[in-house]
Nanobody, 128 residues
């Protein structure tokens, strides 16, 4: 049973930066998981932000391209989302997720899958 715990959220002014972390445990397949970041604002559907595959390849939603970076440290079982040039529209609860495959994220389209198997509880990001 995979457990994911996010951290690093907070309040920041527009144009600022934040780094989110997601610590994974209980992985029966070790680091052999696709890891992703998703977000949801009140009244809006959940949307994908970025994924990093087991071979460290990455894919980003259009909203994140050029501003966000996703990375993973398998030795620490941790995935990071470095966010820069933040905008008020980036305000959301950010969730870390894991699954055995990234599936339709390469390349990203608005229909890229959101149905990852394992989810964290989320960390709030507020940009003002």
């Amino acid at each position: 049973h995979v457990q994911l715990v996010e951290s690093g959220g907070g309040s920041v002014q527009a144009g600022g930066s934040l780094r989110l972390s997601c610590a994974a445990s209980g992985n029966p397949y070790g680091s052999a998981y696709c890891m992703g970041w998703f977000r949801q604002s009140p009244g809006k559907p959940r949307e994908g932000v970025a994924v990093v595959d087991v071979d460290f390849t990455t894919s980003f939603a259009d909203s994140a391209k050029g501003r966000f970076t996703i990375s993973r440290d398998n030795a620490k079982n941790t995935v990071y989302l470095q966010m820069a040039s933040l905008k008020p529209e980036d305000t959301a609860m950010y969730y870390c997720a894991a699954d055995r495959v990234c599936g339709s994220w390469f390349p990203w389209t608005p229909r890229s899958r959101l149905d990852f198997r394992y989810w964290g509880q989320g960390t709030q990001v507020t940009v003002s």
